[in-house]
């Protein structure tokens, strides 16, 4: 089924489900919530991915990507950073320790991969570093983030850089970007239910309309402050469950998602999709499917793969 079939049936079904489902349905919204790293909150170690020159960054892909067709530039949360959760012994100091599906994409169709994500970030705290983010800048009960303890897999100008600002450089001072990938959202309803007192079950209707707003602005600045006019794609989440009233939860988040892709133009590629079909064939479970990590809610590699998947379609 074509990418805009889907795109297109996904938000009437969402928007039918919002007049007759009880917003208690967004508490079942478990998808790519980056976990807070244990110390990461408390630690007064100097970010590996900031620096302290006040210059605007000039990031750029490898040498050989002007001869390879291009550039990639890779935006949002854990999901595209590759976040793997707390697995014993990992390196959290080398960022080539995670791979995410921009990297398994930029392989496939021959382009140099910038991959600006971050652990935690919200479509608050992507335009603006102070904002509230969900382990990115800081946290809920913390003044520090991932990005504090531990390098991206790139460097920020600066910690009062933020993600937009990374994207619209990379954009004016990379001529050659064919690729741009954009997904964001999960961790503003995460933070939601944190904060108020029904764990955001009055909140759902603001919550989604900020998404979608803030994901309109995001996706204007990047083509009216960065210039670019190429290929973006929004990827949506997928659900931890695909049956009962879990899946609800996802179809509200994706639904808002997919709505501020397509006012902007841009083409939607299916994370529920991806992992529907394997998870249905154990039970509606995307765990038992080896998509998700067991006990976390990040991709697995084989859940990567079909996200990369999903990203190579909406490419064509």
């Known amino acids: 089924m074509p990418v805009s079939t889907v795109r297109e049936r996904r938000i009437s079904r969402?928007?039918?489900?919002r007049s007759r489902t009880s917003p208690r349905a967004l508490l079942a919204v478990v998808v790519a919530c980056a976990a807070i790293l244990s110390g990461c909150s408390g630690s007064s170690a100097?970010?590996?991915s900031s620096s302290s020159s006040s210059s605007a960054s000039v990031p750029s892909?490898?040498?050989?990507?002007?001869?390879r067709g291009g550039t990639y530039l890779a935006l949002g949360d854990s999901v595209p950073f590759g976040y793997r959760g707390k697995p014993a012994g990992i390196d959290y100091s080398k960022a080539s320790n995670f791979t995410g599906y921009p990297?398994?994409?930029?392989?496939?169709?021959?382009?140099?991969?910038?991959?600006?994500?971050?652990?935690g970030e919200?479509?608050?705290s992507f335009t603006d570093v102070t904002a509230q983010s969900n382990g990115c800048e800081n946290a809920v009960n913390a003044t520090s983030g991932y990005r504090t303890a531990y390098p991206l897999h790139v460097q920020y100008a600066s910690a009062k850089e933020s993600?937009?600002?990374?994207?619209?450089?990379?954009?004016?001072h990379t001529k050659n970007v064919s690729l741009v990938t954009l997904q964001l959202g999960a961790n503003d309803a995460f933070i939601c239910q944190q904060t108020t007192s029904d764990h955001c079950v009055s909140q759902v209707s603001t919550l989604m309309e900020t998404v979608q707003t803030n994901l309109e602005r995001i996706l204007t600045a990047l083509r009216d402050q960065g210039g670019y006019r190429g290929k973006v794609v929004v990827v949506t989440y997928y659900s931890m469950q695909y049956t009962g009233s879990a899946?609800?939860?996802?179809?509200?988040?994706?639904?808002?998602i997919e709505a501020a892709a397509k006012a902007q133009g841009a083409t939607v590629a299916s994370g529920f999709d991806a992992f529907q079909a394997p998870a249905m064939k154990a039970g509606g479970d995307s765990q038992a499917a080896g998509l998700v990590i067991a006990?976390?809610?990040?991709?697995?590699?084989?859940?990567q793969e079909l996200l990369a998947e999903a990203v190579e379609r909406a490419v064509g």
């Open 14 to 17: 969402a928007e039918m489900r």
């Open 46 to 48: 100097a970010s590996p």
């Open 61 to 67: 892909a490898s040498s050989s990507s002007a001869a």
């Open 103 to 119: 990297e398994l994409v930029a392989t496939k169709v021959g382009l140099d991969v910038v991959n600006a994500t971050c652990p």
């Open 122 to 124: 919200t479509t608050a």
């Open 163 to 172: 993600q937009l600002d990374f994207a619209v450089q990379t954009l004016q």
């Open 247 to 256: 899946v609800t939860g996802t179809e509200f988040l994706d639904g808002a």
């Open 295 to 303: 006990g976390d809610v990040h991709p697995t590699a084989k859940g």
